[in-house]
T-cell receptor
Framework: GDSVTQMEGPVTLSEEAFLTINCTYTATGYPSLFWYVQYPGEGLQLLLKATKADDKGSNKGFEATYRKETTSFHLEKGSVQVSDSAVYFCAPQSGGYNKLIFGAGTRLAVHP | DAGVTQSPTHLIKTRGQQVTLRCSPKSGHDTVSWYQQALGQGPQFIFQYYEEEERQRGNFPDRFSGHQFPNYSSELNVNALLLGDSALYLC????????????FGSGTRLTVV
């Protein structure tokens, strides 16, 4: 079945460090791809999206490029802040009604 | 513009009881999906409602049921609660089955004791 694999966390970084969170997926067809972020005690917020191959989604300094050939959608940020500390979920949309498929998420902790 | 609203925010129930969770979708959205997120895990798809019908279901037992009302709001019902049903229940809304993503509510934290 459709699935997503993210790098295991927690990822611990110092402020202003470079961030990469790897994500690969298996899904039928050409799914749209999303990154969601979850802050402590809250629901999920859409961070960025890409709907076709080679599209780059970006928001708040975060970027991810839809790589069809490697079925990947890695999340990057050039300089993280303490406020970026959260759990990040990569999620392809799958199936006839485009439900989201989530992995376990990657926890990011940024220290001053 | 109100986003997705869920109620209650927290709930404690006893094993064997029944519970109803509620969701109001974002204005302009007509499709509601429900997800269960166990502690430390990613959300798992329960089911999706559109035009007051369940049109897709994840791998959850029949104890989990739902309803969508003409105003697009939705309820999730869980019967015969088990300890393992303790989780954050998330409601997500969208317009149709688009590929632009879903808007999530803040969730209902259910604890079964």
């Amino acid at each position: 079945g459709d699935s997503v694999t993210q790098m295991e966390g927690p990822v611990t970084l110092s402020e202003e460090a470079f961030l990469t969170i790897n994500c690969t997926y298996t899904a039928t067809g050409y799914p749209s791809l999303f990154w969601y972020v979850q802050y402590p005690g809250e629901g999920l917020q859409l961070l960025l999206k890409a709907t076709k191959a080679d599209d780059k989604g970006s928001n708040k300094g975060f970027e991810a490029t839809y790589r069809k050939e490697t079925t990947s959608f890695h999340l990057e940020k050039g300089s993280v802040q303490v406020s970026d500390s959260a759990v990040y979920f990569c999620a392809p949309q799958s199936g006839g009604y485009n439900k989201l498929i989530f992995g376990a998420g990657t926890r990011l902790a940024v220290h001053p | 513009d109100a986003g997705v609203t869920q109620s209650p925010t927290h709930l404690i129930k006893t094993r064997g009881q029944q519970v109803t969770l509620r969701c109001s979708p974002k204005s302009g959205h007509d499709t509601v999906s429900w997800y269960q997120q166990a502690l430390g895990q990613g959300p798992q798809f329960i089911f999706q409602y559109y035009e007051e019908e369940e049109r897709q279901r994840g791998n959850f037992p029949d104890r989990f049921s739902g309803h969508q009302f003409p105003n697009y709001s939705s309820e999730l019902n869980v019967n015969a609660l088990l300890l393992g049903d303790s989780a954050l229940y998330l409601c997500a809304s969208s317009f149709g089955s688009n590929n632009y993503g879903y808007t999530f509510g803040s969730g209902t934290r259910l604890t079964v004791v």
